[in-house]
């Protein structure tokens, strides 16, 4: 199976346009994660993945800062599958502290749980905005000539201290009973990605892929008016930069975020994704937010991705499709991230039906 030719060439000006329902060529397709034995299939040689060239920043701090896919590779895949974007990977708040021998190694152990655990991590610094920025600018070098734009990814202030700083269930009690702290620790993120991301407004991005995991398939880790009290004013300052500057924000959580679209609205976000379709109907989220928010993905990793054929994936994109394209504000993806898990034949059948089934007439 290969990849077919597709209408229009990459061009973020599709995807902003998009986001805000103004009209375009075709639906466009977006993907924060194509793992690297996919990448080495459509270009023909190693490059890393999406988000590095080499391991996976999306399953650990501990790459947080690590080297990006080398811009030059970047868009040469978006060139080849028809996607608009290159984002710089900045997923995780680059909390440290000082190994047995002096050297600064990534707070990933989750072993803060006390402010005497907390007093002694390395905070971020300006060393660290500037690691991201020098990819942004790579990137915007790589992408002359052609009309990809350049996003920063990132933002993770609530799941980096679940995920890697304290862990899950002692984070989330401490956010009943040591609430002053977690409040400190969220603030100190809330700096250090408000720096990065005006940063990166005064460096002439395109766009902003604003990514915090705060729900599952349930509903919000903790009780809905604790997390608007805790996240959404420190949300807001990160991404004002942006939004003052008129700059695009989508946002990403996994899980079933209904209890929060309002609130994600009310701060200036335009998109959501990846509608988690364990816990998300995307035909009830088009008629109840499509005209005021741009919704990413649903196409479930599991079926039709991991375990279905070619022809499932066709079928479950036009199904999509014939939904969600009405009115525009869709962004065609997976529901989380093609791994290799995913069969080739699977991904190509996947780009080939966005391109197929995505053209507006």
């Known amino acids: 199976m290969q990849l077919e030719p597709y209408v229009g060439e990459p061009d973020v000006a599709r995807l902003i346009s998009q986001l805000r329902a103004e009209p375009v060529d075709r639906v466009p397709h977006l993907e924060a994660l194509v793992d690297d034995q996919h990448v080495e299939k459509i270009l023909g040689r190693y490059a890393g993945n999406t988000?590095?060239?080499?391991?996976?920043?999306?399953?650990?701090?501990?790459?947080?800062?690590?080297?990006?896919?080398?811009?030059?590779?970047?868009?040469?895949?978006?060139?080849?599958i028809g996607q608009d974007l290159?984002?710089?990977?900045?997923?995780?708040?680059?909390?440290?502290?000082?190994?047995?021998?002096?050297?600064?190694?990534?707070?990933?152990?989750?072993s803060v749980k006390t402010r005497s655990d907390w007093n002694g991590v390395v905070l971020p610094g300006e060393a660290d905005v500037e690691d991201r920025l020098r990819y942004?600018?790579?990137?915007?070098?790589?992408?002359?000539?052609?009309?990809?734009?350049?996003?920063?990814?990132?933002?993770?202030?609530?799941?980096?201290?679940?995920?890697?700083?304290?862990?899950?269930?002692?984070?989330?009690?401490?956010?009943?009973?040591?609430?002053?702290?977690?409040?400190?620790?969220?603030?100190?993120?809330?700096?250090?990605?408000?720096?990065?991301?005006?940063?990166?407004?005064?460096?002439?991005?395109?766009?902003?892929?604003?990514?915090?995991?705060?729900?599952?398939?349930?509903g919000l880790f903790i009780p809905p008016q604790l997390f608007k009290e805790i996240w959404f004013p420190r949300a807001e300052r990160i991404i004002t930069p942006a939004v003052n500057r008129g700059i695009p924000v989508f946002f990403h959580s996994d899980g079933k975020i209904d209890e929060t679209i309002?609130?994600?609205?009310?701060?200036?976000?335009?998109?959501?994704?990846?509608?988690?379709?364990?816990?998300?109907?995307?035909?009830d989220y088009k008629k109840r937010f499509g005209d005021r928010i741009c919704l990413f993905g649903n196409i479930d990793v599991e079926f039709p991705l991991v375990h279905g054929t070619p022809e499932d994936v066709d079928r479950d994109v036009k199904e999509h499709a014939e939904v969600l394209m009405p009115g525009g504000r869709w962004v065609a993806g997976s529901s989380h991230s093609i791994t290799n898990f995913v069969p080739h034949e699977n991904f190509i059948a996947l780009i080939n039906a966005y391109h197929r089934y995505g053209v507006y007439q």
């Open 136 to 218: 942004v600018r790579e990137y915007q070098e790589a992408a002359k000539g052609t009309r990809q734009g350049i996003a920063l990814a990132g933002g993770c202030i609530f799941q980096t201290l679940y995920e890697f700083t304290v862990g899950m269930t002692d984070f989330m009690m401490m956010c009943y009973e040591q609430r002053d702290l977690v409040e400190e620790m969220l603030d100190v993120s809330a700096d250090y990605y408000g720096r990065l991301f005006a940063a990166g407004v005064d460096e002439g991005m395109d766009a902003l892929f604003f990514a915090d995991d705060y729900a599952w398939k349930q």
């Open 86 to 110: 290159l984002m710089v990977e900045c997923f995780w708040t680059p909390f440290r502290r000082q190994g047995s021998e002096g050297e600064l190694e990534a707070t990933a152990d989750r």
């Open 262 to 283: 309002e609130w994600l609205l009310d701060i200036g976000i335009e998109g959501i994704t990846p509608m988690d379709p364990y816990a998300i109907d995307y035909r």
């Open 51 to 80: 988000l590095a060239v080499g391991g996976d920043p999306a399953k650990g701090a501990e790459g947080a800062t690590g080297r990006p896919m080398v811009g030059a590779d970047y868009v040469e895949f978006n060139e080849a």
